[in-house]
């Protein structure tokens, strides 16, 4: 049986309610080759999830597959009304093959929502999007956000190849200027995205640059933003143990006033101001 998410709420992180609760696996079903969508029917406040925040999976045990350590992964989507919790991932790894093995009718215990999401400020008119592979998963939620505050959404989408472009649905659901940029055909380079970044701006239809999913599109961002002077926020992927602040094993350095400082991506993002973050 489901359980109620609010029966096993046992702390607050950031002033916002956290349980570690069961849920039901509603759909698991293949994207393509590499990606997975599952749907999990869930309580609240899983599905209060904001934009940007993260949950922290108990990955299954299988024959092969043993997790020891929880996996966390950005929120694709979050509904209370219809009480499902969706994510999009890539099968990678030792926590994600387990991952895969979930069946319709399985039970799944996540522990969240977690973090910090993103933020959009009312005086925006425009921003833009930019991502590649499960970064755009994160980034979907947040341009459907600024579409139900009248803000204009451009979405860069980059892939190794068409059929990998992930989200480029939920991106056109909501009207955005979807611009798909591939290795295939050259269009993902790092100077033509630039140049896509640069005409945008000139346009006056970058009011602040949001980006996850590639640390190279992420580099990219962070410089055009310094240069321009346009506002950007950027969800880190980290590698973490506990998912709340206690362990200390995802800090990493941020450029803040001029010094560098440690942070903790779970607790303090996984959303940071872009001109602050660093690269590995």
Partial sequence: MLQSCE?????????APVADAETIVSSHTAVNDEYRHLVLRAGRPATLAAPGQFFHLL???????????RRPMSTYKADPEAGTLEFLYKVA??????????????????LGPLGVGFTLDDGWRHIVVLGRGVGLATL??????????????????????PDLI?????FGAIG????????????SAPENVREILAGLAREGRADAIFTCGSNRLFRLAKDFARETGIA?????????????????????????????????????????????????
């Fill in 7 to 15: 029966t096993r709420s046992a702390w607050t992180a950031n002033d």
């Fill in 59 to 69: 990955c299954p045990a299988s024959s092969e597959d043993k997790p020891y350590l």
């Fill in 93 to 110: 790894g030792l926590g994600t093959r387990a991952l895969a093995t979930l069946k319709p009718g399985d039970p799944f215990r996540v």
């Fill in 140 to 161: 979907a939620p947040l341009a459907e956000a600024a579409a139900r505050k009248g803000i204009g959404v451009t979405a860069i989408l980059s892939a190794r190849r």
């Fill in 166 to 170: 992930m989200s480029a649905d939920r």
């Fill in 176 to 187: 955005a200027d979807v611009r798909p940029v591939l290795d295939t055909d050259g269009s």
């Fill in 232 to 280: 950007g926020q950027v969800a880190l992927e980290q590698q973490m143990a506990c998912g709340i602040g206690m362990c200390f094993c995802c800090v990493r350095k941020f450029e803040v006033d001029g010094e560098l400082v440690d942070k903790r991506v779970c607790w303090d993002g996984p959303v940071f101001d872009l001109k602050e973050a660093t690269s590995w």
